[in-house]
C-alpha cells in the first residue's frame, strides 16, 4: 500500500504524541518514573488470533493502573521485557517454546508475539511474565495443514458490545463452551462518552473518560474495556480473528468522511487505528501506518474452510443520500463500492482460487436485501451492503461465476440475529438461492431486548429469503464439517444484570453443495419477555439509526 504525504506525517505526528505522553500517572514529581513495577500489571488479560498451520499470534498489554487517563496504564516510562512460554499442557509441565518479547513504551506496553514452526492442529497454553508477575493462562491451537480435510471446527462469532448497556454475559457463555476459534465482527468497543448513549431505563455501566478522540482516550477506552472478567475469558479460550466496523472510531464513517463535519478526522482515525492494532491479537501485517491499515485478510482452516475477513469501513464510499433507511438513487450506481476496487479484486480473485470447501466471508454489515416498504418504493439501509447493490452484485456473481462450493456470509453490526438466503435477484421470489448470510446479534449493545416469536417480522412478507430475526442479544455458535455448517442462535435472556443463562433460540443447517437454510430447532427463550405487541419492523430501524 503506497505511503501518501498526509500519511506519513500522521504517522510522525503520532509517534511525536506517544513519546511526549510517556510519564506515568503515580508519579511524584514531574520526572518519569523508571523503576521496577509497583502492582500485577496483567489486569486486562491475554489474548491469541490469526491462527496458520504453523503458529498465531500470542498478545497481552501490561497496565497496572489500566484506567489511567493518559492512556499510559500507569506503567514506568521505560520498556519492559517479558518472557513468553507455550505448552502442551495446562499446567506448562510441557514447554515447547519460550522466549522474550519487549512491551514498548511507545506502543502502550502492549507485546505482540508472532510464532510460526509449531505443529499444525494442535492445543497450546500460554502465559507471560513481567518482572516478579504471572499473567493467567491463554488456550489457543494451530490450524490444520493446509493439505489436510481440516476434520470439523467449532467456530462462534460476536459483535457489538457497548459496555455501558449490560454486562458481557455471551462472552462469558461463550467462552464455556470451549470454541477452536472467534471470530469479532466488529464494534469492538464504543467512542461516546459517558451517558451520551442510553438505553430505556438508564445505562448499567459507564464509560472511563470522555468522548474518544485522541490516542490516550482510544487506549483507555480499550483497557476499560479488557478489565471486563467475561471478556478476559472470551478472549482467553480460543484465538481471536477480529475486524473492526465504525465504533471502533466513530458511528458510521466511511473512508475519510466522518459521521458529522470534523476537521480532526483523520488525525482521529490514525489515533484510533493505532489504538486498535496495540489491543487487539494481529499480525505485524496489520501494523498501522497514520490513516491506513492493512485488515482484510484469509485465514484457512485446512481445505474445510477459508475465512476471508473482509474491511468495508477503510474503503467505502459515502453512505448514500445520508445515513439511515432511504428510497435513494446513489443506491444502485454501478460506480460506488463498499470495499473499493482493490479489495474487491482480491476477494474475486480468492473465489477462483479456493479449494475450500466453505468460502467464509467475515464482514460487518447486512449482506442480503432488506427493503422496509411493502410498497413499489424500495427503503433499505444506507449504511449495509443495501446501499451499495452493485458492490453486493459484484460479489455475489463473482463467487457463482468461480463455482465457489459453499458461499457463507457471517455478519454483526445491527444489533439482532437474523437469517437469510442469498439472492441474485431480489425482485423476484422464484430466483434460485446462491448462498446463506448468518447474522449473529450484539453482545449488549441496545440493552435486553425481546424474544420474538418466529416469523413476526413484518418485512419477510415482502423479503421472503428474510427466514429468522430475534432481538436478543447473544451470539452465533457453528460448527462447520465436510457435510454440513449447523448454527446454533444464542441468546440471554437480559443484559441490564449479571448471571443470565445462555439458551439456543433456533438452529439452521446449511447442508454441503445445498445453498439455503434448514431449521432444525426453533425454541422460545424460557423466562424471555415474547414480544406481543409492537412492531419488530419499526424495532429494527430504531436501533440501527437510534445514535446520540
Not at 481 to 508: C, E, I, L, N, Q
Amino acid at each position: 500500500m503506497a505511503l501518501s504525504r498526509r500519511t506519513l506525517l500522521l504517522s510522525s505526528a503520532a509517534a511525536g504524541a506517544t513519546g511526549a505522553a510517556s510519564v506515568w500517572p503515580l508519579a511524584a514529581s514531574a520526572a518519569p518514573y523508571r523503576g521496577p513495577l509497583r502492582a500485577d500489571p496483567f489486569t486486562v488479560g491475554v489474548a491469541s488470533g490469526d491462527p496458520e498451520h504453523d503458529g498465531f499470534v500470542l498478545w497481552t498489554r501490561l497496565a497496572p493502573v489500566p484506567l489511567a487517563d493518559d492512556g499510559l496504564g500507569g506503567m514506568p516510562a521505560r520498556d519492559v521485557p517479558v518472557q513468553w512460554e507455550i505448552a502442551a499442557d495446562a499446567r506448562f509441565r510441557r514447554v515447547v517454546r519460550r522466549g522474550v518479547a519487549v512491551a514498548r513504551a511507545a506502543a502502550a506496553h502492549t507485546v505482540h508475539v508472532e510464532l510460526h514452526g509449531l505443529p499444525p492442529a494442535r492445543e497450546f497454553f500460554y502465559r507471560f511474565k513481567a518482572e516478579r508477575y504471572v499473567s493467567p493462562t491463554g488456550r489457543t491451537r494451530t490450524a490444520p495443514a493446509p493439505w489436510s480435510s481440516g476434520g470439523t471446527l467449532a467456530m462462534s462469532f460476536v459483535s457489538c458490545s457497548q459496555y455501558e448497556h449490560g454486562y458481557f454475559t455471551a462472552y462469558r457463555r461463550l467462552a464455556e463452551d470451549q470454541p477452536e476459534l472467534i471470530l469479532h465482527l466488529g464494534d469492538y468497543q464504543y467512542e461516546y462518552g459517558p451517558g451520551t448513549y442510553t438505553i430505556p431505563g438508564g445505562n448499567p455501566r459507564d464509560h472511563q473518560g470522555p468522548e474518544t478522540v485522541t490516542l490516550a482516550n482510544y487506549r483507555q477506552r480499550h483497557a476499560q474495556y479488557k478489565t471486563d472478567p467475561d471478556l478476559q475469558a472470551a478472549h482467553a479460550v480460543a484465538p481471536w480473528a477480529v475486524v473492526f466496523d465504525d465504533h471502533e472510531i466513530e458511528n458510521n464513517w466511511a473512508d475519510e468522511i466522518p459521521e458529522q463535519p470534523d476537521p480532526d478526522f483523520l488525525a482521529r482515525r490514525a489515533a484510533a487505528f493505532q489504538a486498535y492494532y496495540e489491543n487487539m491479537p494481529l499480525r505485524r501485517t496489520s501494523i498501522p501506518r497514520g490513516i491506513d491499515m492493512q485488515l482484510y485478510r484469509r485465514l484457512r482452516w485446512g481445505r474445510l474452510a477459508t475465512f476471508h475477513l473482509l474491511d468495508t469501513r477503510q474503503y467505502r464510499d459515502d453512505q448514500g443520500c445520508g445515513d439511515g433507511y432511504k428510497d435513494c438513487p446513489a443506491a444502485t450506481d454501478p460506480a460506488r463500492s463498499i470495499t473499493g476496487a482493490e479489495q474487491e479484486k482480491w476477494l474475486l480473485d480468492g473465489f477462483h482460487r479456493s479449494t475450500a470447501r466453505w468460502d467464509i466471508l467475515g464482514q460487518q454489515v447486512f449482506f442480503g436485501q432488506r427493503d422496509n416498504n411493502a410498497g413499489p418504493a424500495k427503503v433499505v439501509s444506507m449504511d449495509s451492503w443495501d446501499g451499495y447493490a452493485a458492490s453486493r452484485d459484484r460479489i455475489t456473481r463473482g463467487w457463482v461465476d468461480a463455482g465457489v462450493r459453499n458461499p457463507v456470509v457471517l455478519t454483526g453490526d445491527v444489533h439482532a440475529h437474523w437469517a437469510d438466503e442469498l439472492k441474485l435477484d431480489y425482485t423476484d421470489p422464484t430466483s434460485r438461492t446462491v448462498g446463506t448470510e448468518l447474522v449473529c446479534s450484539s453482545i449488549t449493545s441496545t440493552g435486553d431486548g425481546t424474544d420474538v416469536p418466529s416469523g413476526q417480522h413484518p418485512w419477510a412478507a415482502w423479503n421472503p429469503h428474510l427466514r429468522f430475526y430475534n432481538n436478543q442479544r447473544g451470539y452465533v455458535r457453528t460448527t462447520i464439517s465436510k457435510d454440513a455448517m449447523t448454527a446454533d442462535f444464542r441468546v440471554v435472556p437480559y443484559v441490564t444484570r449479571p448471571g443470565a443463562a445462555a439458551h439456543t433460540r433456533a438452529t439452521f443447517v446449511i447442508e454441503d453443495r445445498v445453498p439455503g437454510l434448514h431449521q432444525i430447532a426453533d425454541s422460545p427463550t424460557p423466562g424471555g419477555a415474547a414480544l406481543r405487541a409492537g412492531d419488530p419492523g419499526a424495532a429494527t430501524v430504531q436501533q440501527e439509526t437510534d445514535r446520540p
